[in-house]
């Protein structure tokens, strides 16, 4: 936009308070999504004894103490996913909205659509959603790695070093977490800016058809 939209500037503190109330929501929407699926993949880990699902939970289960195969397992991983799914989430979409407040023109699309009130779509910032996803990754892959340094169990976590396949460099130490920190930051970061491109070229797309809709003549 090269000018300010004055419908923007009348209505950003009532933006505000959405952003707020929705980064609540996705928070709380996303944990017990994430909560769900651990709670899932637990049981089936109990019923998969030396299969993918047991693979992976044993895995999760040395950053996530107490979440492994059957029922109380399954319940701490339900448990974790909520609290830190939430946790994460929340920070990510509270990043990503002060990005939009601090260019409110740039991300908004409003689309007038021919109707009596207009709609705004919010684009994606890829950077910021890149920073704030890689840095919540990133800080998380170091806290948990060191914790098991702190535990004194790092030798013994084979599945924490199997991210190694993944994170060349990575280590159960401290320096290795911090090589894979920076990986998986990278990887996050790209990720990222290439998803924004691809859902703001959508929005684009999609504002081009309802435009040249609206400029078509309506029937009587």
Request: with cysteine; proline share 4%; aromatic share 8%.
């Amino acid at each position: 936009m090269d000018a300010a939209d004055p419908r923007l500037d009348a209505d950003l503190p009532l933006l505000r308070a959405t952003m707020r109330v929705n980064t609540v929501i996705f928070g709380v929407i996303f944990g017990l999504l994430v909560g769900a699926v651990l709670f899932a993949l637990g049981l089936a880990a109990s019923a998969d004894g030396r299969g993918s699902a047991a693979f992976a939970v044993a895995l999760l289960g040395v950053f996530l103490p107490g979440y492994g195969p059957r029922w109380p397992g399954a319940l701490a991983g339900l448990v974790w996913g909520c609290v830190v799914g939430g946790a994460v989430a929340a920070a990510i979409y509270r990043i990503n909205c002060r990005t939009v407040l601090a260019g409110l023109e740039d991300l908004v699309a409003v689309d007038a659509g021919g109707g009596e009130f207009p709609r705004a779509v919010l684009r994606l910032h890829g950077p910021s959603l890149g920073v704030a996803i890689g840095t919540v990754g990133a800080l998380g892959l170091v806290a948990t790695t060191n914790w098991l340094v702190l535990r004194g169990t790092a030798a013994e976590s084979i599945h924490a070093r199997l991210l190694a396949h993944y994170l060349p460099g990575y280590a159960v130490d401290f320096g290795g977490s911090l090589i894979g920190a920076v990986e998986l930051f990278a990887l996050l970061f790209v990720s990222c800016v290439a998803l924004a491109r691809i859902y703001n070229g959508v929005v684009e797309w999609r504002g081009r058809r309802t435009g040249a809709g609206s400029d078509a003549p309506h029937g009587g």
